[in-house]
């Protein structure tokens, strides 16, 4: 089965506390994407990659950190300097300037 | 700032009606033109994209683009209570290939 898979579906964050959100595609896409999906509010992308081993700032960029040591996985690590992480994440992958393909998306809340 | 202007809704429509969904865009550069669909709690499904101005058609779906007034739309026929959710439109950025600007969605909902 072809597709991006996120994990973990729901993740609870302690104040103070780094946590990492997974997102693996088996698409040989070799863009991927992190979006931030707040309730009313268009996507807003975090950081974006276009080949292995480099990735760009998004829009919002700050507290948040992302690695990219294979092509197949974008893994995306929420800091305790993001303020108010509380959101729907989503990871997006795509052939190079081609439509963007989404992951079921992981819900963080903060306890 | 590049901007994507949806109406947030909601859209009530009858079923069997057309929904027409409409979206706006400030970036004159952009040149890829997306509709997603997001049910409540899950993430966006790609429903069609448009490059050229014209309209294009795929089962009960029609986009339709604009470039000259900067405005993007899609229209639902035989409109169905599976089709409630909510669409959201997006563009590219006109000095990226990459990256996309994002409507906030219009929330659509059928009436049986």
């Known amino acids: 089965d072809g597709g991006i898979t996120q994990s973990p579906k729901y993740l609870f964050r302690k104040e103070g506390q780094n946590v990492t959100l997974s997102c693996e595609q088996n698409?040989?896409?070799?863009?991927m994407y992190w979006y931030r999906q707040d309730p009313g509010q268009g996507l807003r992308l975090i950081y974006y990659?276009?080949?292995?081993?480099?990735?760009q700032k998004g829009d919002i960029a700050e507290g948040y950190s992302v690695s990219r040591e294979k092509k197949e996985s974008f893994p995306l690590t929420v800091t305790s300097a993001q303020k108010n992480p509380t959101a729907f994440y989503l990871c997006?992958?795509?052939?190079?300037?081609?439509?963007?393909?989404f992951g079921p998306g992981t819900r963080l809340l903060v306890l | 700032q590049k901007e994507v202007e949806q109406n947030s809704g909601p859209l009530s429509v009858p079923e069997g009606a057309i929904a027409s969904l409409n979206c706006t865009y400030s970036?004159?550069?952009?040149?890829?033109f997306f509709w997603y669909r997001q049910y409540s709690g899950k993430s966006p499904e790609l429903i069609m994209f448009?490059?050229s101005n014209g309209d294009k058609e795929d089962g009960r779906f029609t986009a339709q683009l604009n470039k000259a007034s900067q405005y993007v739309s899609l229209l639902i026929r035989d409109s169905q209570p599976s089709d409630s959710a909510t669409y959201l439109c997006?563009?590219?950025?006109?000095?990226?290939?990459?990256?996309?600007?994002w409507g906030a969605g219009t929330k659509l909902i059928i009436k049986p």
């Open positions: 997006a992958s795509s052939m190079l300037g081609e439509t963007q393909y």
């Open positions: 698409l040989n896409h070799d863009a």
């Open positions: 990659s276009q080949i292995v081993n480099d990735f």
């Open positions: 970036d004159r550069g952009s040149q890829s």
């Open positions: 448009i490059y």
């Open positions: 997006a563009v590219n950025r006109g000095d990226s290939n990459y990256q996309l600007i």
